[in-house]
T-cell receptor, first 112, second 113 residues
Framework: SAVISQKPSRDICQRGTSLTIQCQVDSQVTMMFWYRQQPGQSLTLIATANQGSEATYESGFVIDKFPISRPNLTFSTLTVSNLSPEDSSIYLC?????????FGPGTRLLVL | GNSVTQMEGPVTLSEEAFLTINCTYTATGYPSLFWYVQYPGEGLQLLLKATKADDKGSNKGFEATYRKETTSFHLEKGSVQVSDSAVYFCALSGDNQGGKLIFGQGTELSVKP
């Protein structure tokens, strides 16, 4: 298994502002992933964050909107910039250990 | 590209009923297949997995068999409990994808006493 923590667990933000979400894992891992779960929907991969290189973004997601940092092998941040109500979602980080992907508890964001 | 399709919910069952949640996939090569569960107000948890054809994953009374001939990974449980009420997600991880997952749309299960 894996121990993954995220901060904050939830937040309410005003449109036009930004929120940075932190993800801390219990041991070193090369790749971390960031997902979005919009209300009542499934999970969609935003980007893959490799330590020491730029994140790789999935179609429909861009670095200007979702900048990611990966300063070391146990930590990553996702920033959601220029918030709009459509960004209200749960954001989850995850890692792969063995052949299994483990998820953090998620950050629930509401944009007003 | 790779994709996962699940039966639509919500599914409502009485306690001790038999559960099947259908999942089919489209993928090249030999993906790994997973079922994740999200209990109300909680995070996503791995329920079971299968990494090659004909493998059966099982956990907490749930089972799913990786059927390459029908590209399916249906979730079953013989006797559901109220505590099984949750949203269930089928997912796949493709060859050489570094572990990133493609999820189905999720199926909400509600079990009534």
């Amino acid at each position: 298994s894996a121990v993954i923590s995220q901060k904050p667990s939830r937040d309410i933000c005003q449109r036009g502002t930004s929120l940075t979400i932190q993800c801390q894992v219990d041991s070193q891992v090369t790749m971390m992933f960031w997902y979005r779960q919009q209300p009542g929907q499934s999970l969609t991969l935003i980007a893959t964050a490799n330590q020491g290189s730029e994140a790789t973004y999935e179609s429909g997601f861009v670095i200007d909107k979702f900048p990611i940092s990966r300063p070391n092998l146990t930590f990553s941040t996702l920033t959601v910039s220029n918030l709009s109500p459509e960004d209200s979602s749960i954001y989850l980080c995850s890692l792969t250990r063995g052949e299994t992907q483990y998820f953090g508890p998620g950050t629930r964001l509401l944009v007003l | 590209g790779n994709s996962v399709t699940q039966m639509e919910g919500p599914v409502t069952l009485s306690e001790e009923a038999f559960l099947t949640i259908n999942c089919t996939y489209t993928a090249t090569g030999y993906p790994s297949l997973f079922w994740y569960v999200q209990y109300p107000g909680e995070g996503l948890q791995l329920l079971l997995k299968a990494t090659k054809a004909d493998d059966k994953g099982s956990n907490k009374g749930f089972e799913a068999t990786y059927r390459k001939e029908t590209t399916s990974f249906h979730l079953e449980k013989g006797s559901v409990q109220v505590s099984d009420s949750a949203v269930y997600f089928c997912a796949l991880s493709g060859d050489n994808q570094g572990g990133k997952l493609i999820f189905g749309q999720g199926t909400e299960l509600s079990v009534k006493p």
